[in-house]
């Protein structure tokens, strides 16, 4: 089993930044790729994210490419994603997730979520 636990979500107005972790416990979380993940009201979870077991290949959703950044601390157990120049679209509870690859179908664990609001 892996525990992931995300935090740094919050209040912010458009244009400003905010840096999302997710904290891994149980196995060794250097043998997961992860990813982050987000739901807006009324909407399907998309994928935001996605980085590699040792963090050389990275993936974006298209609404997120040149804002977002995703990265990893292997000796921290912890991915970040850092928000840039949010936009009010942006809002959405986000969550973190981990898979055997990057190449995997399915994502085997998932966080609770945190809630980030960006306001216009």
């Known amino acids: 089993q892996v525990q992931l636990v995300e935090s740094g979500g919050g209040l912010v107005q458009a244009g400003g930044s905010l840096r999302l972790s997710c904290a891994a416990s149980?196995?060794?979380?250097?043998?997961?790729?992860m990813g982050w993940f987000r739901q807006a009201p009324g909407k399907e979870r998309e994928s935001v994210a996605a980085i590699s077991r040792s963090g050389d290949r990275l993936d974006y959703a298209d609404s997120v490419k040149g804002r977002f950044t995703i990265s990893r601390d292997n000796a921290r157990n912890t991915v970040y994603l850092q928000m840039n120049s949010l936009k009010p679209e942006d809002t959405a509870v986000y969550t973190c997730?981990?898979?055997?690859?990057?190449?995997?179908?399915?994502?085997?664990?998932w966080g609770q979520g945190t809630q980030v609001t960006v306001s216009s």
């Open positions: 997730a981990a898979r055997r690859t990057i190449y995997s179908s399915n994502y085997d664990y």
């Open positions: 149980g196995r060794t979380f250097s043998n997961y790729a």
